[in-house]
């Protein structure tokens, strides 16, 4: 398996803030893994902790929405924040998580005469200032104004904190007094979604310029890093709300006038790229074992592989086909990057059932790696 990273907790002062030191857990996250995706960056990892409930408390209470730093060789090679915790003690299963949490509520309702209205966002401010800014949007058949204002203010009250939830109750099965908490992180490119957009104004511009206008207006967790131009024109309009992410990702996906791939993604720093795909490969397949970046002779460190083309040496027809974007037959492209202390390294493309051919050949380089292993 590969050497485990190093795991650090940090807080965020605020959506924009610095971030201070909490706490190294590397030793206690049992079971770290976590995925990199070519559409959106440092996607999802998850660990447990065991001990007894108060510790555990004090994580379940206090973490939530803090960050996750996994540091490889010095690098920080993942970079994401708590987004849920399940604390299961004595049969019961208690949740908090960042996606049962909507602090500003809109919402759309037609009137009596059939016109669409929508009311006052209301709005929970000590907790968009704890955790930044978690829009929620209903749609309401024929109903008054104070019906609709009414429907809102209920909802901001149910949801306003992540307030704990039980989510399973098994009373009489579990006899430890040890606590069980099973811990989701997720990349920061999930706050994308956390918002609608709102900078389209129908116009005609370039398919980059959007995207650099949506992650500076709309995303408040995130910031421009390299957007490469890309002159295809697009209008940028919605016909109805859409969350950032998903416009951002459809937006991904069309490519350029001459038909090339492009990814966005967030790495470190909370800045999100956006560039066409490289054909050139960066890591090779040979004998087993995964080597490079750029070097045959090399092996990979697992923790800080990213989605990239992958050559497959052991394949023997070379050359290529006309019409396709890579370079060469024996080229794939590694659309997610799993790593986990317990399960090693396991790559995946989008073809063939989520990759799970691939997995099959790749699942054993996690038990053949050795960083001291020269071949």
Known sequence: MPIAPQIKILTTADPSGSSKFVA??????????RSIRAQGGYWQGSFSMRGSLDDL?????????????????????????????????????????????CNYVTVFYEDDEGETQ??????????????????????????SQT?????GNTRLKELGWPLQRV????????????????????????????RFEQVGDGSQDNLSDWISEILTTDCEFLEPGI??????????????PRRCWDVMLELAAIGDSSSNPW????????????????ATKKYYLRDGKLRGPFSSEVLANPWTVTPAVVRDADYPIAGSQNGGWLIDNRDFYVEEVECGVDTGLVLKSSEFDE?????AQLEYLASMFNPEDED
């Open 147 to 151: 019906a609709a204002e009414a429907f």
């Open 355 to 359: 990759g799970e051919i691939l997995i």
């Open 263 to 278: 990814r966005i993604y967030c790495g470190n720093d909370r800045l999100v790229h956006y560039e066409q795909i490289s």
């Open 24 to 33: 190294d857990i590397t030793q206690e996250a049992i079971g770290w893994r």
């Open 118 to 143: 929508n009311t006052t966002a209301v709005t929970n401010t000590d907790s968009i200032q704890h955790y930044g800014r978690y829009e929620g949007m209903w749609t309401l058949d024929t109903i």
């Open 167 to 194: 989510v399973g109750v098994r009373p009489g099965e579990i006899e430890s007094n040890e606590a069980i908490l099973d811990v989701t992180c997720c990349g920061y490119i999930f706050t994308a979604n956390w």
């Open 57 to 101: 408390q004090q994580v379940f209470y206090y973490w939530l929405g803090l960050r996750v730093k996994e540091i490889s060789g010095g690098q920080t090679t993942w970079d994401g924040m708590i987004y849920e915790m399940d604390l299961t003690y004595h049969g019961v299963t208690r949740r908090r998580s960042l996606d049962l949490m």
């Open 227 to 240: 957007v490469n131009e890309n002159t295809l024109q697009v209008y940028k309009a919605n016909s109805q």
